[in-house]
């Protein structure tokens, strides 16, 4: 009984952690939108993490067709193009936040100290950046050597399933190391006594 009520606590932390962070990114995202009826020129200026994520994505994927040997340009914010070719541009529902809501979600939720969950916080989160990073570049290239497969694959599932795919196989690894932790803390406490 005690085992199942500790899973009803974490599947309600998840859930709460999830929603504030997935829906205050949806309303951060209405609030530093110009033009919009509730827009804050200072979250805009100073807390606009949307732009830092679009920046990163951008830059990330920049650098990633560049060591393929494309020549790459950015001609504004939101879009990046292969010189003389197509482009691609990244919108607010290409940046991943609901994957990583949910990594954060999963992770803040469980057990350890908070350093423990800062590593894999911050390593998760850079992983599910580098997918996006990936796709982008797949998108770019499929656009450029005209790969018709591709073209009919929807990216924004694609980069879903590679993403919690890879967040799957994380929690895994994070509940192994969490597991040898706890247990490397309970034989130190036993040697203690």
């Known amino acids: 009984m005690y085992l199942q009520k500790d899973w009803i606590i974490y599947i309600a932390k998840v859930l709460l952690i999830f929603c504030v962070l997935f829906y205050g990114t949806e309303a951060m995202i209405g609030l530093q939108a110009p033009g919009g ?21 951008m830059h990330g994927t920049k650098w990633l067709m560049q060591m ?8 504004n914010f939101y879009t990046l193009k292969i010189q003389n070719a197509n482009g691609i541009a990244i919108g607010t ?20 100290d908070w350093k423990f969950k800062a590593k894999w916080v911050l390593m998760g989160l850079l992983l599910i950046q580098f997918c996006n990073c990936i796709r982008m570049s797949l998108i770019l290239l499929a656009g450029y050597k005209h ?9 924004h599932d694609f980069f879903n399933y590679m993403s919690y795919g890879v967040v799957i196989l994380l929690m895994l690894w994070h509940q192994k190391t969490l597991t040898k932790n706890q247990a490397l803390l309970e034989n130190e406490e036993v040697a203690a006594i």
């Open 68 to 75: 393929l040997g494309y020549k790459m340009y950015m001609p």
């Open 147 to 155: 790969w018709p497969t591709f073209n009919k694959i929807s990216h």
């Open 37 to 57: 009826g509730y827009y804050s020129p200072f979250l805009d200026k100073y807390l606009n993490y949307i732009n830092w994520l679009r920046s990163s994505i």
């Open 93 to 112: 529902g290409c940046l991943g936040y609901g994957v990583m809501s949910c990594w954060i979600a999963l992770i803040t939720a469980n057990k350890g």
